[in-house]
């Protein structure tokens, strides 16, 4: 018997007992099922919500209501766990001060995104065909196209209801001013909204976004408490050998998007875009970036559509090996785009703070590197990490220094 039919007979028994049991036969099976679930999922959510109820079967929020959808996908150690409690999502620490953790739900698209991921695992060809970075590309275009039509708004107000967003913060208060519901997604904040910690002193390093921080001093650190995908290496992430080289076993940042944060970027340091590099755009799908997937041996952050930024860091005379940044954003699944601003054009002079881009629906990520030994990430938020957990940060807020 070969591995391939030995894990097949194995996920079988286990499915065995499920109500899904008799319906799914093959990992084709599974796989063509779920693939319909989410074009279903962003069907539905492409309807204007003329009753305000965005929670309804099928729609792109969190809700109690998807909790006991699809209660199974492979014998995973996580799966397997979060399965019996019917919870799909993450604890994250909201409170650096005191460390207390809260559970953060999973949006139903990402959960969907999730099993079609471990089902492939078990068969290699469901993912070499590339229908599956097909599939995801296509329903994050069509997501991206709906949510640019000016019938999303009626989206806004139950987006707004279910995050329990804040409008006081918001640059424009009224959402009736907002043309689209990706408008409103990627909505500005007020000037003071945001306050930059130490915004006059180039040693000190921010947030770079509203997200869930995970920190590491090493890219093997990074690679042994946090990314788990076998292709991920720096030239492969990179896409460029000699950028690759010079940030070997850099320290790594990596901040988490969830839907409801403002989905603003902005540089962490005093910089200036890289006259001698040009943000490189590079190609790929848009899986689910949520840590389950990217702490299990799925390449989510070497698959997905990127842009690859070099900020030469201002202010640091004296410190020759601190001399630039890579700064990298990352689209996940149902984004419609990554849109650069601020960090677009070479040359531009940044202030700390100020903006580099946005990204339009759904999850994303940034990541940040630092030249090997040349950054100390704060110690709550190293400490933190380790074990496995983010941290809800804003932006501005402090996450290290220059050393």
């Keep these: 018997m070969s591995d391939q039919q030995q894990q097949q007979e194995e996920y079988a028994s286990t499915a065995a007992g499920t109500e899904w049991a008799e319906k799914i036969t093959s990992l084709e099976d599974y796989v063509h099922k779920s693939a319909e679930r989410l074009e279903t999922t962003v069907a539905n959510s492409c309807v204007p919500k003329e009753n305000g109820d965005a929670l309804s079967d099928g729609g792109i929020l969190t809700s109690a209501n998807h909790k006991t959808w699809f209660p199974y996908v492979h014998p995973h150690q996580w799966i397997h766990k979060v399965s019996k409690e019917y919870r799909y999502g993450n604890y994250v620490i909201v409170d650096r001060k005191t460390g207390k953790m809260v559970w953060e739900d999973m949006p139903v698209y990402a959960r969907i995104g999730m099993h079609l991921l471990f089902a492939c ?5 469901l993912l070499e065909t590339h229908k599956l970075q097909h599939l995801f590309l296509k329903e994050s275009q069509t997501q991206g196209k709906h949510f640019d039509d000016p019938a999303s708004v009626s989206h806004i107000e139950p987006f ?20 689209t519901f990706n408008e409103f997604f990627y909505r500005k904040l007020k000037p003071d909204a945001r306050p930059i910690d130490s915004k006059d002193d180039p040693t000190v390093i921010t947030s770079a ?12 650190t990074a690679q042994e408490f946090w990314i788990k995908g076998q292709k991920f290496t720096l030239p492969t992430f990179l896409q460029d050998p000699d950028l690759a080289a010079e940030f070997d076993q850099s320290s790594i940042a990596i901040f988490r998007l969830a839907p409801q944060d403002y989905h603003r970027f902005h540089s962490p340091v005093k910089a200036t875009v890289s006259r001698d590099r040009e943000p490189v755009k590079i190609g790929g799908t848009y899986f689910t970036v949520n840590p389950m997937a990217v702490n299990e041996n799925l390449d989510v952050f070497t698959e997905n559509v990127r842009v690859v930024s070099v900020l030469d860091l201002d202010g640091n005379e004296g410190n020759e090996a601190v001399d630039r940044c890579v700064f990298v954003s990352i689209g996940a699944l149902l984004v419609g ?11 531009t002079k940044l202030e700390k703070g100020d903006e580099l881009g946005y990204f339009a629906y759904g999850g ?17 938020l190293i400490e933190n990490s380790k074990k ?3 941290t809800l940060v804003h932006m501005g807020e402090h996450i290290g220094r220059h050393i």
């Design 121 to 125: 695992q078990f068969d290699h060809r």
């Design 337 to 347: 785009s990554i849109e650069l601003t601020g960090g677009k054009v070479p040359g």
């Design 364 to 380: 994303s990520t940034c990541i940040l590197l630092f030249k090997k030994g040349t950054v100390q990430f704060d110690q709550d």
């Design 160 to 179: 707004i209801k279910t995050y329990r967003l804040d409008l006081t913060e918001l640059l424009v208060e009224n959402v009736a001013n907002y043309g």
């Design 209 to 220: 976004a509203d997200c869930r921080l995970a920190v590491f001093d090493s890219i093997s």
């Design 388 to 390: 496995g957990v983010e």
